[in-house]
């Protein structure tokens, strides 16, 4: 069965602390993904990727770095948490070809609690 | 991101129909997508639009009319397990990044 996973389904960290959220996939897509998930605003794309060492910004890329050194391994980082990214987030992968359906295999995600 | 909007909730009985519209005001993008997300767990994929008009896959179907800028999800013979939250999102032509809206939260009662 065709998976992406992340490392931590929960984690409580400290403001200020530099944090490592890392997300695996089995499916040798070309494509990956990281969203966070808030209440009322749906899911927000914070960083992406086309190819390894590639990385582009999203929509709410502050406070955010990532890290692509393999293919299957995607790394979202928080250089210095802050309360305001206590939140859920959610990585995906998905192939590159053209045409359609196309569509996302998302992990469990990590639930992020920063005090 | 693109601005795409869903009711935030509906609530139905077992055995009902129901229809989660997405209206967007955005164009020329390539797909119209479906995802189902159960409390606590993954978004997962449900259906595709890349053209006009209804797909269906068993009990879900989705719609989408570009000239009327909108889509639509439809959960037919309504079953528990249907409680969820649905969201739609869209992507653009040589561009594999999702736009999702804000999700619906489907509440099926006995």
């Known amino acids: 069965d065709v998976k992406v996973t992340q490392s931590s389904r929960y984690l409580v960290k400290r403001t200020g602390e530099k944090v490592f959220l890392e997300c695996v996939q089995d499916?040798?897509?070309?494509?990956m993904f990281w969203y966070r998930q808030d209440p009322g605003l749906g899911l927000r794309l914070i960083y992406f990727?086309?190819?390894?060492?590639?990385?582009e910004k999203g929509d709410i890329p502050e406070g955010y770095s990532v890290s692509r050194e393999k293919k299957e391994r995607f790394s979202l980082i928080l250089e210095s948490a802050s309360t305001n990214q206590t939140s859920m987030y959610l990585c995906?992968?998905?192939?590159?070809?053209?045409?359609?359906?196309?569509?996302?295999?998302f992990g469990s995600g990590t639930r992020l609690t920063v005090v | 991101g693109q601005s795409l909007e869903q009711p935030s909730e509906v609530t139905a009985v077992e055995g009902a129909i129901v229809q989660i519209n997405c209206t967007y005001q955005t164009s020329g993008f390539y797909g119209l997508s479906w995802y189902q997300q159960h409390d606590g767990g993954a978004p997962t994929f449900l259906s595709y639009n890349a053209l006009d008009g209804l797909e269906e896959t068993g009990r879900f179907s989705s719609f989408l009319s570009r000239s009327d800028s909108y889509g639509y999800l439809l959960l037919q013979e309504l079953q528990m397990k249907d409680s969820a939250s649905y969201f739609c999102a869209v992507n653009f032509l040589d561009d594999y990044k999702l736009s999702f809206g804000a999700g619906t939260t489907v509440t099926v009662r006995a």
């Open positions: 995906a992968s998905s192939r590159a070809s053209p045409g359609a359906p196309y569509g996302y295999t």
């Open positions: 990727s086309y190819d390894v060492k590639m990385k």
């Open positions: 499916m040798d897509h070309e494509n």
